[in-house]
């Protein structure tokens, strides 16, 4: 029984990194809409992200599988990414719905 509660450790530890590489990613998407960029930085930024990514679940399976890859641990990072993602967006549509009418009459106001 030992063994089980390890194992659901370690996918929860895997949904806890795919969450985490998805809100890092929803930050450079937001310093994207708030600093212009050129074609060519976008790609270079990506390039980083996603190698930092690799090297980042690389040593997340080292650590919590001793190095083997296993499938449920793929699975929670993709269940964490997308949790993630539904949460952005959730929260998105919770701050128009308070902030959005209040919004557009202050910018109306000279």
């Given at each position: ?39 060519a930085v ?13 090297l980042y ?54």
């Amino acid at each position: 029984m030992p063994q089980i509660q390890v194992e659901i450790m370690i996918f929860f530890s895997a949904v806890l990194s795919g969450a985490v590489l998805r809100a890092v990613y929803r930050g450079i998407g937001c310093v994207r809409e708030w600093i212009p960029h050129r074609a060519a930085v976008i790609e270079l930024e990506d390039l980083l992200y996603w190698l930092a990514a690799a090297l980042y679940l690389f040593v997340q399976i080292y650590h919590t599988s001793n190095g083997s890859i296993r499938w449920y641990f793929i699975l929670g990072v993709v269940v964490g990414a997308v949790f993630t993602s539904f949460l952005f967006r959730r929260m998105k549509k919770i701050h128009k719905k308070i902030y959005g009418e209040r919004h557009k009459e202050f910018m109306k106001t000279p």
